[in-house]
């Protein structure tokens, strides 16, 4: 039988185990171990069966095991201590809080996805995991921010596998009552909505759930409640499930309710309203929407409200991919924007945000990723590289500009240790070098053994063998009701081979199967006497990607050879659970996708927190920190030919590391204990040169210090008098963009240089501006300057201001306005110059912002 409806009857806790409501009530636990043990401590079979979920667990707990453990006064006292530790930790003073100057009062931060622990499954992949990390993090430091999401009653999709090894999703749904969350209500106790404007005088509402991450209130937004008709309570039914419409619904819910949920809650629960608005990748870009209008509703202008909204504004894009940004069809949005969705704001200054009209552009498409960079005056990439790409991808926003110029920075992601290092690896710590705390751990120190860091890793994978063959036998069990698992599933995978994982959302790109390129080599390696590898592969196919499942389904099928079955497997449902257990029982965590497609990257950060070595493509964060001893680089083919020929020279070069560098030294044992001293090497090198730079924290400062307080120092000068400053960029800009089509360049003299021009001369410039009704302190005038190579690209190029010349002794009879400056030549070789104009005013954050720009023909 089938309910047709389910719910969860909470606990009652005897009195003094009454704290346990209140630590299974805060996600803290999920990174906190002393919380978790004394969950576990409950009942170890049932911690294990419930997936590691205190809610769960205390709903399914026998009545008279809590009432034994109420009489138990050492149990009861550690109950009371882990109590008053999280109080402290929710109250006492953080990093954030020993900030001098200026800060954001309030940060609201938006993600259509958070991935925190396996017992609230709101999250597909990478993005949604770095959003609860993001929050992890943003809470130890004690951050004031508020996280933004919506609530799908069936998450993403549980992934099993056919014995065609095809992929079957099922769509579990969650049950609200049974998860770590609770309803935001009004001081009368009815539950607080927040309400959209539709088409057709439908209206969509949505409950707001709480969930306290730490420190930190995440509010999920929830559609599926008797207030909406039926088709509309389906609008947060499931994550990334549907597409056009139901998508676009999503994200106006995420972004325009988002917002609104922001401003129930903080007059509700007594809080500073944000001044800063994070949008974690495109989804949630309408929040900006909603801000103008609330503005235009204070009697600002379409485009004094713009200013102030994009002034508080961080954009994060996190993909290299032009397929994988969010696009609506220009006629869908118009509608939906005309129906007093947003009161005061005019449909076509929306859909002109959003509009592609660049060279390359579609003309019916409204991106949202556009719309994110004209709303967010902050924006960022999620790692070197991918900033780079960015700012080449983006480049046709900022006409006229070098990529280089394009303002889009990076910050390179990070990961929560608390969450993601093994307790092996936390205990070490704590008893050797006195501190949990692992990533600034001095782990280069003599008081850590080779030997201990080698049984600690030995302890990580074989916790990590039981783990798999557990999944495979549970996973087998499932689908053969009733019959005894073959017996060669309990011998899946040896704690003493060397464990490579490949886990990971199954897109092209990614190429999970690059390494059956050649199967038999593939194989000589799985089975090789002396230097044996075993693989473990992971990673879900979005239900739609057809390519995506045939691509396990090779993986799969590959596995099933009776020779290697034990050496190579698929588990099936990556998720949270299963990662915490897999990157640190593997010992080389392997990434190959085509460069430059993968934005960042983190589970490799999360491997080499628990001192897994990295065997990568230089993509994503590799190449910032790859370092020749924390790992290997597999070398790219960009310049193969085609993709079946990249393929096959970066499969080559894959098992070449592996054959001739990866296994020997792994195992290579020296002297009597038996110790790979190489690869030991390498491990103390990885934990204690990574971990600090790859944690969350490092992310989460630079966060604060590059994006959220320039935003809250630019939003607070816009806002100032009644905005006074936001009313006069306003105009400002409008003045600029009227008259630049009549600024110009008009004659550049130089001087100063011998006849042969050697390094030391001064290069002495003039250059004839032409204003149109401008002021010379409305631009800035630059000479650019770099080498010259081959054809008129200047490369390593700086800028150098020019000033206005106020006495020019000579005439200027065609009306421009003289500039000059001086540059010394500073290195030999081919030496070339221009000169440009820009905008200039205290106000914009880079010279290309307005993407405008003169230069010198
Ligand atoms: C970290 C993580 C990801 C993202 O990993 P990538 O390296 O970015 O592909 C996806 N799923 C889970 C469960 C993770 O823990």
């Not at 994110?372 to 590289?385: I, Y």
Request: net charge negative; with cysteine; aromatic share 8%.
């Amino acid at each position: 039988m089938k309910a047709i409806r389910k719910f969860t009857v909470r606990a009652v806790l005897p009195e003094p185990l009454a704290a346990l409501k209140e630590l299974a009530g805060n996600l803290r636990w999920s990174w906190h171990e002393p919380t978790r043990q004394l969950f576990e401590h409950i009942s170890p079979e049932l911690w294990s069966s419930c997936g590691q979920d205190p809610v769960a667990l205390l709903g399914a707990v026998d009545p008279a095991r809590l009432e034994e453990l109420a009489r138990d006064s050492d149990y009861v006292a550690g109950v009371e201590e882990v109590r008053r530790g999280l109080h402290e930790y929710l109250e006492e003073p953080r990093w954030y809080q020993g900030l001098k100057g200026e800060k954001p009062k309030g940060i609201a931060y938006f993600s259509p996805e958070f991935g925190i622990a396996a017992a609230l499954p709101q999250y597909s992949g990478g993005l949604g995991i770095l959003a609860g990390d993001h929050l992890k993090s943003a809470s130890d430091l004690g951050l004031p921010l508020v996280g933004v999401g919506l609530f799908y009653r069936a998450g993403y999709f549980s992934q099993s596998i056919s014995p065609e090894g095809w992929q079957l999703e099922s769509y579990p749904v969650q049950d609200p009552d049974g998860l770590p969350l609770s309803v935001l209500r009004h001081p009368d106790g009815s539950a607080a909505h927040v309400s959209l404007a539709l088409p057709d005088d439908r209206v969509l509402h949505a409950r707001v759930w709480l969930a306290a991450v730490g420190r930190i209130t995440l509010l999920l937004l929830d559609t599926d409640i008797p207030d909406n008709p039926d088709e509309l309570r389906t609008v947060t039914d499931r994550l990334y499930g549907g597409g056009g419409e139901h998508r676009l619904l999503q994200e106006l819910l995420l972004g325009i309710g988002g917002a609104r949920a922001v401003r129930l809650w903080t007059s509700l629960a007594g809080r500073p309203a944000p001044d800063v608005f994070h949008t974690n990748e495109g989804h949630a870009g309408f929040l900006g929407l909603e801000r103008i209008s609330r503005l235009i509703g204070e009697g600002l202008t379409f485009n004094e409200a713009l200013q102030v909204a994009r002034a508080g504004t961080v954009f994060t894009t996190h993909t290299p991919v032009p397929a994988g940004i969010d696009r609506f069809d220009m006629g869908l949005v118009e509608r939906y924007f005309s129906s007093g969705l947003l009161p005061g704001v005019d449909v076509a200054d929306v859909l002109a945000l959003g509009a592609e009209n660049y060279p390359g552009g579609s003309p019916g498409t409204f991106n949202m990723a556009i719309m994110g960079l004209r709303l967010g005056q902050h924006a960022n990439g999620v790692s070197k590289l991918h900033g780079q790409v960015s700012r080449r991808m983006f480049n046709g926003l900022w006409p006229g500009f070098d990529p280089d110029d394009v303002p889009i920075t990076s910050i390179t992601n990070g990961v929560h240790p608390p969450t993601w290092t093994d307790e092996a690896l936390v205990t070490l710590a704590e008893e050797k070098l006195g501190t949990a705390h692992t990533s600034t751990a001095d782990w280069a120190s003599t008081a850590v053994s080779d030997q201990d860091l080698w049984t600690a890793r030995k302890r990580m994978r074989e916790q990590f063998v039981l783990d798999a063959r557990r999944r495979l036998i549970e996973a087998w069990r499932e689908q053969n009701k009733g019959l005894v698992p073959p017996s060669w599933m309990s011998q899946v995978f040896d704690p003493d081979v060397l464990t490579i994982g490949f886990a990971r959302r199954v897109p092209t790109y990614k190429r999970l199967t690059l390494m059956l390129h050649d199967p038999e080599r593939l194989r000589a390696m799985l089975t090789h006497p002396e230097h044996p590898v075993q693989i473990v592969i992971a990673g879900k196919s979005h239900p739609a990607d057809e390519e995506g499942k045939r691509l396990i389904q090779k993986i799969v099928q590959f596995a099933e050879d009776p020779e290697i079955r034990t050496r190579m497997a698929f588990l099936p449902d990556y998720n949270i659970q299963m990662a915490k257990v897999m990157y640190p029982g593997t010992d080389v965590w392997l990434n190959n996708p085509l460069r430059p497609l993968e934005a960042c990257g983190t589970s490799g950060m999360k491997a080499a927190l628990n001192g897994v070595l990295n065997l990568s493509i230089l993509d994503g964060w590799w190449p910032e920190y790859y370092d020749g001893q924390n790992g290997w680089a597999i070398p790219s083919a960009d310049s193969a030919m085609d993709a079946a020929e990249r393929d096959e020279l970066e499969a080559d070069a894959l098992y070449d590391l592996i054959e001739h560098q990866v296994a020997p030294s792994f195992y290579e044992r020296d002297g009597d204990d038996e110790l790979p001293r190489r690869w030991v090497k390498a491990i103390r090198h990885t934990l204690s040169e990574l971990s600090p730079e790859l944690s969350a924290d490092r992310m989460v400062r630079e966060y604060v210090e590059r994006m959220y307080r320039p935003a809250q120092h630019y939003a607070s000068l816009l806002g100032a008098n009644e905005y006074e400053q936001a009313r006069e960029l306003a105009r400002w800009k409008e003045r600029i963009h009227r008259e630049w089509p009549r600024v110009a360049v008009t004659h550049v003299e130089s001087g100063g240089m011998q006849q042969i021009p050697q390094v030391g001369d001064e290069l002495h410039l003039r250059a004839h501006i032409a204003l149109g009704g401008l002021e010379p302190s409305d631009v800035r005038v630059e000479v650019v300057y770099g080498q010259s190579r081959n054809g008129d690209e200047l490369a390593n190029t700086r800028v150098h201001g020019l000033t206005v010349e106020p006495h020019p002794n000579v005439t200027i009879s065609d009306g421009s306005t003289l500039f000059t400056g001086t540059v010394t030549l500073e290195r030999a070789g081919g030496f070339g110059y221009t000169v440009r104009v820009v905008p200039q005013n205290d106000l914009l954050v880079s010279p290309a912002e307005m993407g405008l720009v003169a230069v010198a023909h």
